[in-house]
């Protein structure tokens, strides 16, 4: 993917204002917008200086915009550090800075498009010449561990939102929430704090913090929905002959029948044993033979009277 450069695209420096942001586009938009330019590339010109505008002038997707690499050159090959969204509140009831995709690049439908919104859920009324409405609502993506998910918890979370104030600058804001983590949240699920998004205005409602769950890596199992796979290595005989083994579980240790004749990669099911729910995922035992090295005599002649006695040909079928 190509990091676009948006600062580059409006031609202003990386700690432009927001009014030279705004000038600078303004001088583009009457260069290149289609209905008066002569340029013969201003339709794709102008794509790019909406998209940078868009982005820029917003204090929340630039904040975020910021964050994914300054250092990056235009056109060059970009990964985004690994969960560079997480613990930012962007305003909307989903994940990312918000805003329309319309006819933008691929790096901005990535990282900014389809996401978000207004969020606003007010119903404006008058009372006594006032203006009442609801809050926006805020987002954002936090990640916790599979063990919180298996059992629930109790976590404290830091979270950071691009503020405005009185006069108009904003500034970056840090809160700490505790949440409870209810046991059998999965990956992609939102949990709603009421109350805790943007305030209302003339004694409005707030709005809500929707939380969008993503798991850290664990050592043990891999997640696919509310499904648990785990790798569990077996020795040549076992897979040869059978064996009956014990391995661990979310639930605690069980024991499990390999069958005989098992190849590496087999996998067996065990029913309910992945995170809770209605219904419960699985836990999914992907078998792997485990050869023992030829590190001592008697491992080596053992190998060389196997080689010798079962003449087995693993290439046969080639």
């Not at 997707?61 to 930012?88: C, H, I, M, T, V």
């Not at 904003?170 to 046991?183: D, E, F, G, K, N």
């Not at 076992?238 to 098992?262: C, F, M, N, Q, S």
């Amino acid at each position: 993917m190509e990091f676009k450069d948006y600062y580059e695209i409006l031609g202003v420096a990386r700690d432009a204002s927001a009014d030279d942001i705004r000038r600078a586009y303004r001088k583009l938009a009457r260069k290149y917008h289609p209905d008066v330019s002569t340029e013969a590339d201003a339709e794709a010109r102008m794509r790019e200086i909406n998209e940078a505008h868009t982005v820029l002038s917003d204090a929340e997707k630039r904040a975020a915009y910021d964050q994914l690499g300054a250092g990056y050159a235009q056109g060059s090959g970009f990964n985004p550090p690994p969960g560079w969204e997480r613990g930012f509140e962007f305003r909307g009831g989903q994940a990312g800075p918000g805003g329309a995709q319309g006819d933008f690049s691929d790096f901005f439908s990535a990282f900014f498009g389809g996401m978000g919104g207004s969020g606003m859920g007010g119903h404006p009324r008058s009372a006594g010449g006032g203006f009442r409405t609801r809050g926006e609502d805020r987002h954002t993506v936090i990640e916790i561990d599979l063990d919180d998910a298996l059992q629930g918890a109790q976590r404290e979370i830091g979270l950071r939102a691009m503020q405005t104030d009185a006069h108009g600058q904003p500034s970056m804001q840090q809160r700490t929430l505790s949440v409870r983590i209810p046991a059998g949240v999965h990956e992609g699920q939102r949990i709603r704090l009421a109350g805790q998004g943007d305030p209302g205005l003339g004694g409005g409602p707030a709005g809500d913090l929707y939380l969008e769950i993503k798991f850290r890596p664990h050592a043990r199992y891999r997640v696919e929905g509310r499904d648990l796979t785990m790798t569990v290595p077996i020795a040549p005989w076992e897979a040869a002959l059978g064996a009956d083994i014990e391995v661990p579980t979310p639930g605690g240790r069980v024991e499990v029948k390999v069958p005989e004749g098992t190849v590496s990669g087999r996998r067996l099911r065990l029913r309910g044993r992945g995170i809770p729910g209605k219904p419960a995922g699985d836990l999914y035992l992907e078998l792997q033979v485990v050869v023992p090295p030829a590190d001592t005599p008697q491992a080596r002649a053992l190998y060389e009277q196997m080689a010798r006695d079962l003449k087995f040909d693993p290439r046969a079928r080639l």
